[in-house]
């Protein structure tokens, strides 16, 4: 049975619009960018104080940086497998570099990396802020560091309710 045109018309549309989404991953490059700026920033700024660290202040220097790489991981994750589970395949498969697990992350499993991430990144800052109290006369901000602790407890949770919705959705009968 051949459909109408109006809805053959709908149909593709709709299909083709998926590609409204495009400018966004370009956006997302583009933060990318901002994110490498401010990493050598960061890095270019304790340059000079190198020789003269402490080790707590080599830890917070390492951890800066490792919290931007991972912001920058996450960025490419979203920017390369939402593209492709979203707007089309990009056609590397020949390439020797081509990450493994580009065209096998879905929705779920970038859900699952997101969250991941985010709990990571929120460790960082809490782990740094745990180290700032190690500094000469640093006070103790008790409510900042509260405020710190619940809201990394909340991303814990979150990923691990995330995690079993996933698991009870592989359980289930699909249609």
Known sequence: ????????WLERGLFASRWLM????????????????????????ELPHLLAMKPEDAILLALSLIDLSLAANLLVIVILSGYE???S????????DRPDWMGTVD????????????????AIALLKAFLKLTEPGA???QPRLM????????FVVSGVLLAVMDWLNGKVEKH
């Not at 495009?22 to 700024?45: C, D, K, M, R, S």
């Not at 405020?147 to 909340?154: A, G, T």
């Open 22 to 45: 495009a400018p966004f991953y370009v956006g997302l490059v583009v933060a990318l960018a901002a994110l490498i700026v401010v990493f050598f920033q960061e890095l270019f700024h």
């Open 107 to 122: 929705f779920s499993g970038l859900k699952m990396k997101l969250i991941a991430s985010i709990v990571a990144i929120s």
């Open 89 to 96: 395949k990009i056609d590397t498969a020949s390439h020797e």
């Open 147 to 154: 405020w710190l602790v619940i809201v990394h407890l909340s």
């Open 139 to 141: 006070t103790l901000d």
């Open 1 to 8: 049975m051949k459909k109408p045109p109006l809805e053959t």
């Open 85 to 87: 589970n979203f707007v």
